[in-house]
């Protein structure tokens, strides 16, 4: 059973990373000298370059990419359709109910109309694939900055202009960033699965209800 759905998560998480890259642009230090990057770059040993100007920032391209994902997420939810496409598959699945369906499900469901299953899936197939993207990618910037922590550090003002291309993003702040959308997207992936089935099971019950 799904405590928060997944249309719900992505929401707030939306409206958050909009906060977020707003922080970045207006006040940095805020997100920099935060709480929990200062606690996840000293539990793990990752330093933090001392911020540069505004303009040669990192986090400046980093607002900008937050802004960009937020309104992908935004734009998806509001044009794939999400409960309404059980709805209007009901009256096309009542007249199958009289119907001798087989009792393997897999074999139950082929006999709806494709078109019916398809719409009903689109959602949660599209934000699947998506969830297992970003969870791959941000694991992978994780995992990168983590193996890095070793031969990066920044100790003073000279040794964090001289980072450049990459290098920029091996800091906490970007760390701790990738760790929680790691973590996010996980959660995000295993609620997607799990509405899906339960939409998948509702359909099945209800075209095989006598």
């Not at 642009?25 to 000293?42: A, L, Q, R, W």
């Amino acid at each position: 059973m799904v405590l928060i759905s997944s249309k719900t998560l992505i929401q707030v998480h939306g409206i958050l990373l909009i906060i977020l890259a707003g922080y970045l642009i207006k006040s940095p230090e805020s997100i920099t000298d935060s709480n929990i990057v200062f606690m996840m770059g000293e539990t793990l040993k990752i330093d933090l370059p001392p911020p540069k100007s505004p303009l040669t920032s990192p986090f400046v391209f980093c607002s900008i990419f937050l802004f960009a994902e937020a309104f992908i997420d935004i734009v998806l939810l509001t044009t794939l359709p999400y409960r309404d496409a059980l709805n209007d598959a009901l009256p096309y699945i009542r007249p199958l109910r009289n119907s001798n369906l087989p009792s393997e499900d897999l074999r139950a469901l082929e006999k709806l109309p494709e078109y019916i299953t398809t719409n009903l899936t689109l959602y949660w197939n599209v934000w699947i694939s998506i969830t297992g993207a970003r969870l791959a990618i941000y694991t992978v910037i994780s995992l990168f900055i983590y193996q890095s922590k070793d031969t990066f550090v920044a100790s003073s003002y000279a040794a964090a202009s001289a980072v450049t291309g990459l290098d920029r993003l091996k800091n906490r702040a970007v760390f701790t960033y990738a760790f929680l959308e790691m973590m996010f997207w996980f959660w995000s992936f295993l609620t997607l699965r799990e509405e899906r089935q339960e939409r998948l099971t509702k359909l099945l019950e209800d075209a095989r209800d006598n």
